[in-house]
Nanobody
Framework: QVQLVESGGGLVQAGGSLRLSCGAS????????MGWCRQAPGKEREFVAA????????YYADSVKGRFTISRDSAKSAVYLQMNSLKPEDTAVYFC?????????????????WGQGTQITVSS
């Protein structure tokens, strides 16, 4: 069984920065991709960013392009999300997810394994 553990959430003022981390652990761990999605109150979960594990190719939602950067450390089986120029509309619970079956890096919402979520609150 794969476990994902997130850290780095919190409260920040608009224009500020935060960095999320997510580490994966488990037996016979094979990662095809990892990524982040978020869910704001009363809204559906939405894709934020993903990274293809082998090539380190990155993908972003239009709403975060140029402000967020996803990266990975393959030796640690970890993924990171550097969030700059944060806006109040970025407020949400952020979830880390891992593709363990190779279903496609952009199918993040269908990934197998999920973290517990971490709250990001951006005040205006």
């Amino acid at each position: 069984q794969v476990q994902l553990v997130e850290s780095g959430g919190g409260l920040v003022q608009a224009g500020g920065s935060l960095r999320l981390s997510c580490g994966a652990s488990g037996r016979n761990l094979t990662l095809y991709a990892m990524g982040w999605c978020r869910q704001a109150p009363g809204k559906e979960r939405e894709f934020v960013a993903a990274i293809k594990w082998s090539a380190s190719t990155t993908y972003y939602a239009d709403s975060v392009k140029g402000r967020f950067t996803i990266s990975r450390d393959s030796a640690k089986s970890a993924v990171y999300l550097q969030m700059n120029s944060l806006k109040p509309e970025d407020t949400a619970v952020y979830f880390c997810a891992a593709d363990l079956r190779g279903i496609g890096v952009l199918n993040l919402l269908l990934y197998d394994s999920w973290g517990q979520g971490t709250q990001i609150t951006v005040s205006s």
